[in-house]
Each structure stands twice: as structure tokens, then as C-alpha cells.
């Protein structure tokens, strides 16, 4: 398994055709994207889905997660909760780009509801493209995995 390589994507029923829209922008740019749906229209609670996702980063399997709900807010409160996860959500690359730089985020939330297609990827690309700068953040992303004991 190339974990480095692995990104995993799920959202609710709010999302599911720009969750996919987003899993094949990542195939063809040579990412393994783990798609864990849902893939049916039918109403389905965020925090299962945030927490399904979350749970794969946090363990290794994945490098990084991308959830989706209609606002990226729910899914991102519940990804948040698992141990390990700095998940943010995004409306626009330049927040992407710095959830990366300076918080070492290894998740991304975003709202269906909010961002167009087009929008999303920009943000997905900014966000895979940034790299963590460590330094005096780190010493503060080490703060926050302190508030996790
Ligand atoms: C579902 O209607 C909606 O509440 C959900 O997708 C999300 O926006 C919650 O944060």
C-alpha cells in the first residue's frame, strides 16, 4: 500500500456528484483517490461520513482526506473529532494553501452548497499542492495535538 498516495474522499447525500467530480480530478493527476461514498441519493447523516474518513487518515492508511457536505461544516466538526485530524474547511485556494503551510491540515472540508466544481478543484489542488513550513508552526500545530490528551 502506497499510503503517500492515497487520498480518501466521502461526504453526504449533499455532495455526491462533486465528491466524484473531485475523486476523478485526483485519478488523473496520478492520486490513488479512495472513494467511500455514499454513491445513492438517499439522506445519510455527516458525522458517519466525516468520522469514516477521518478514521483512515488518523490510522495511516491514507495521507490525506477530502469530505463534502452542503456547507463542509458539519463533516468537518466530526472529522475533527477523531484524534490526529486537522481538518479545515475552504471556500477559496488561498485558505487551502494555508491550512497546509502553517497548520499541517491533513484534511479538507468543503460545502457542496458553496463552491462550484471549478472553485473546488482550484481549492483541492491548492491544498495538495502546499507544503507544511514546520518551524514556529509546528510548535503551535504541537499545541493543538496537546488539547487532544
Ligand atoms: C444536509 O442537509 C446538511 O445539513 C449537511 O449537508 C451539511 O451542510 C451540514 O453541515
Known sequence: MVTANRIVLSSD????????????????????????????????????????????????????????????????????KIKGIRCGVCSDPFSARMIRQHNDANMLSLGARVVGEGLALEIVDAFLHAQFEGGRHATRVDMIDVLER
Open 13 to 80: 447525500h449533499a455532495a455526491i456528484p462533486l465528491r466524484q467530480a473531485i475523486a476523478a480530478h485526483l485519478a488523473a493527476a496520478g492520486w490513488v483517490a479512495v472513494d467511500i461514498g455514499p454513491t445513492t441519493p438517499e439522506s445519510t447523516p455527516y458525522p458517519k461520513h466525516g468520522e469514516a474518513a477521518a478514521r483512515l487518515v488518523a490510522s495511516g492508511d491514507c495521507r490525506f482526506g477530502i469530505v463534502l457536505c452542503g456547507t463542509g461544516q458539519g463533516i468537518m466538526m466530526a472529522a475533527n
